[in-house]
């Protein structure tokens, strides 16, 4: 089976020059503290996962991207859990 992106390079290049902005992304340890900080209960995030998992794989195409100097390629490898058509870009720098 050939999978092919739902988006060009071109697209990868506009989605990548606005993620440059200062001031578009947090970096991830504090979006994961802010995530982990909005847990109620012991487990909570675990039994969503269980749930979101037992759903099935997401069919819609997923555009991973990292940060050469942070995530890299991890956060597609992360995607590739949950969905079928993963694209995966680092953005250089």
Known sequence: ????SAC?????D????????????????????????????PGADVAWNE???ARGELRMPILAIGGQESSGGSIADQ????????????IEG
Request: charged letters at 25%.
């Open 14 to 41: 506009v989605y990548a020059h606005y993620l440059k902005e200062p001031g578009r992304t947090k970096p991830g340890w504090t979006s994961g503290a802010n995530c982990a900080r909005t847990s109620r209960e």
């Open 51 to 53: 749930r979101f998992a």
């Open 1 to 4: 089976m050939t999978v092919t």
């Open 79 to 90: 995607w590739r859990q949950y969905a079928v058509t993963v694209d995966s870009r680092v």
């Open 8 to 12: 060009s390079p071109a697209d990868h």
